[in-house]
């Protein structure tokens, strides 16, 4: 008998009423799945989330008789039996009994189930296949799951092999519960995992996305990241990380610096992440841009990170000048704060004496930099006070040259944003207009023309 006391659950006022309405109407109303499971580990002290459960119920209900007792739902997945009923602003997903009759690995055909007993026999894991009803009290435990989480171990309700292969995603989800929770996966279980991994390659991109920003959204991802490289999943959505992953050691490191980076920025944490994976910035660039394009995230994301990626290195010191500092600024833009939060994450997960001094060199860095960047210096093309039109005005013909010329008075006034004036850029584009100093053989590796300055 283990520990778990469902007098000391607490679900939303939400949820409580639709379940009342539900058993008031006749029918049977069940709290099921993860938000069972955090409330026992939390009532057993392992550290569960609880903002983080969703409270959904199961029910006997068909879905057009839910829709009908409520007078705001949505049909989220009607055609598998699940209507969105809003309580209070808040969605809670209410599901027809089910039990499956047909899968592929990615996809279930169901069937509406009579009882709660045979919707827990669709689910993946025994720590999930818990169910509270909460108009008498009674719990449904048919697969041991409490005991399975007292004691800390992830197995498979039934046959593990025919569990994965009715959805592969639960291979991935394996990785998730078992990290997030620090669970010993089952050794029939961990086994039917391994064998389970080349059908991964039959999933959406979108689901395989879904879940790594889940894990990635875990207080510690690593343990769920390593998951993924020890079980042989990596080669089927993550090719990039193989070479990473090969080197424990050097693998060990990037998931601890991974863990360093505040959970809520889950896009640093993937930066973090990919820098690791290559040596250049052109090459952590191409990890970044292989990587987001193939698990199909948005262009907004791809270029964030692929961006972070870029900029990692080289980086700026507490030594360098204020110029040095605004030509990085200019390069980083809004970004430099996240290539901060880069760099503090790899000093984290260093030995605690070395991260305390890179932390130290790092503070001292970053310092200087918010200096600069709080005095708003023009750091780009647009905060110049000439634009193109005024260089056309001078003579300059149509064409590449006028943006050679603007990047060279961008480059003076990173030196000295005090020359930020028009009177005064117009001036120096004169001169270098009559001394012929930008010509098309002076971009950089045309011709013999004055070496470009560093940007």
């Known amino acids: 008998m283990t520990g778990f006391d469902p007098g000391r659950l607490a679900p939303p006022e939400g949820f409580r009423r639709i379940a009342r309405r539900l058993e008031r109407a006749g029918h049977e109303a069940w709290a099921v799945g993860g938000s069972l499971r955090d ?12 903002k983080r459960a969703d409270w959904d119920l199961a029910t006997d209900a068909r879905p057009d008789e839910v829709m009908d007792l409520f007078p705001r739902t949505v049909p989220v997945g009607v055609s598998h039996g699940t209507v969105g009923v809003l309580d209070g602003g808040v969605l809670y997903e209410v599901t027809t009994f089910r039990r499956d009759i047909e899968t592929d690995g990615r996809h279930a055909r169901v069937v509406f189930a009579s009882s709660i007993e045979q919707d827990l026999g669709r689910r993946d894991f025994t720590v999930n296949a818990i169910a509270w009803r909460p108009a008498s009290g009674q719990v449904r435990d048919p697969y041991d799951g409490l005991a399975d989480i007292e004691s800390g171990i992830l197995r498979a309700v039934g046959d593990p092999g025919a569990r ?15 990290g997030r929770f620090g669970w010993a996966v089952e050794l029939g279980t961990d086994a039917a995992l391994r064998e389970a991994v080349d059908g991964l390659a039959v999933l959406s991109a979108e689901r395989v996305r879904e879940e790594l920003l889940k894990v990635l959204g875990d207080l510690k991802p690593s343990a769920g990241l390593d998951l993924y490289a020890t079980r042989g999943a990596l080669a089927h959505w993550y090719p990039e990380m193989l070479g990473l992953a090969a080197d424990r050691d050097a693998w060990l490191t990037a998931l601890g610096a991974v863990d360093a980076v505040p959970a809520q920025t889950l896009n640093v944490r993937l930066a973090r992440l990919v820098v690791s994976a290559a040596d250049t910035p052109e090459g952590r660039a191409g990890v970044a841009e292989a990587l987001l394009s193939r698990l199909r995230f948005s262009n907004a994301d791809r270029r964030h990170v692929t961006r972070l990626a870029r900029l990692f290195l ?12 605004r030509r990085w600024l200019a390069s980083a833009g809004k970004a430099w704060e996240d290539v901060f939060a880069l760099h503090f994450a790899g000093a984290r997960a260093e030995e605690a004496e070395r991260a305390e001094q890179a932390e130290r060199y790092l503070e001292a860095t970053r310092e200087r930099v918010r200096r600069e960047w709080l005095e708003a210096p023009p750091l780009s093309l647009a905060d110049l006070a000439v634009k193109g039109d005024d260089l056309l005005s001078l003579g300059v013909s149509p064409g590449p040259l006028v943006r050679l010329l603007l990047d060279e008075l961008l480059e003076q006034v990173l030196e000295d944003p005090g020359r930020n004036d028009r009177g005064s850029l117009l001036g120096e584009a004169r001169r270098l207009i009559e001394i012929g100093a930008l010509t098309e053989a002076s971009r950089p590796g045309r011709g013999s023309g004055p070496p470009p300055r560093r940007r």
């Open 164 to 178: 994965f292969r009715e959805d592969y995603l639960r291979v991935l989800r394996g990785f998730r519960f078992a």
């Open 314 to 325: 080289p980086f700026v010191g507490p030594t360098g000048s204020a110029a040095e500092h």
């Open 39 to 50: 409330a026992f580990v939390q009532q057993i002290g392992g550290g569960a989330d609880p």
